[in-house]
C-alpha cells in the first residue's frame, strides 16, 4: 500500500474510533443521567453528541497497551485503574481551565474524590474491552474495505465538524 493510501486509511482508523467512543460514551452518559433522574441533559462540553473524554481515554489506553492481543480480564482492569486516574486528572483540569465542575460522583456509592467514583470505574474497563476487542478491530477492517476518497472525506468532515464545534464550545465556556 502506497504511503499515502496508508497515511489517509489509519487517519480514517482513528477518526472512526474517535468518533464512535465519543459517541458512545455520550449515549453512556445521556441514559445514566434518564435512568438516574428521569430527564434529558445533552452532557459534555460539545454541542455535538460526543465526549471527547472517552475517546481520549481509548487513545490512551490504545498507547500504553499497544496492539497485542490481551485478556479481557486484565484489560478491564488495568483499563478501570488507568481511566480512573486520567478522569480524576481531566476533571481538574477542566475546573481550572474553565472555573467550572464538568461532573460529580457525589452521591454515588464508591465516589472517589467526588471526582469518579468505582461504579464508574467498571464501567470504563467494560468499555475498554469493548474497544479493544470489538471498536479497534473493526476500524481496521473498515479502512482496509473502504476506498480511500471514502475515507479521506468522511475523515475530513468528521474533523472539521468537530474541530468547529469545539471551537465554537470553548468560546462560548471562556
Given amino acids: 500500500m502506497p504511503m ?9 482508523r482513528y477518526i472512526f474510533e474517535f468518533m464512535v467512543c465519543g459517541f458512545g460514551g455520550w449515549i453512556y452518559e445521556v441514559a ?45 482492569a488495568f483499563s478501570a485503574v488507568v481511566t480512573t486516574i486520567f478522569e480524576l486528572a481531566a476533571s481538574y483540569v477542566l475546573e481550572f481551565i474553565f472555573h467550572r465542575q464538568f461532573w460529580t460522583y457525589r452521591t454515588w456509592w464508591g465516589s ?12 470504563f474497563g467494560i468499555f475498554a474491552v469493548i474497544y479493544f476487542f470489538a471498536i479497534h478491530p473493526l476500524s481496521g477492517k473498515l479502512a482496509e ?27 462560548q465556556l471562556l
Fill in 32 to 76: 445514566t443521567v434518564w435512568i438516574m433522574w428521569r430527564y434529558f441533559d445533552n452532557r459534555g462540553m460539545l454541542h455535538m453528541p460526543i465526549l471527547p473524554i472517552y475517546s481520549v481515554g481509548a487513545f490512551i489506553l490504545l498507547v500504553i497497551l499497544g496492539e497485542k492481543k490481551r485478556n479481557p480480564l486484565f484489560v478491564f
Fill in 145 to 171: 474495505k473502504i476506498p480511500k476518497p471514502i475515507c479521506a472525506a468522511v475523515s475530513v468532515i468528521a474533523v472539521t465538524a468537530v474541530l468547529t464545534d469545539l471551537i465554537i464550545s470553548v468560546n
Fill in 112 to 123: 472517589i474524590l467526588d471526582r469518579s467514583c468505582v461504579i464508574s470505574s467498571a464501567i
Fill in 4 to 12: 499515502k493510501e496508508k497515511f489517509i486509511k489509519t487517519a480514517f
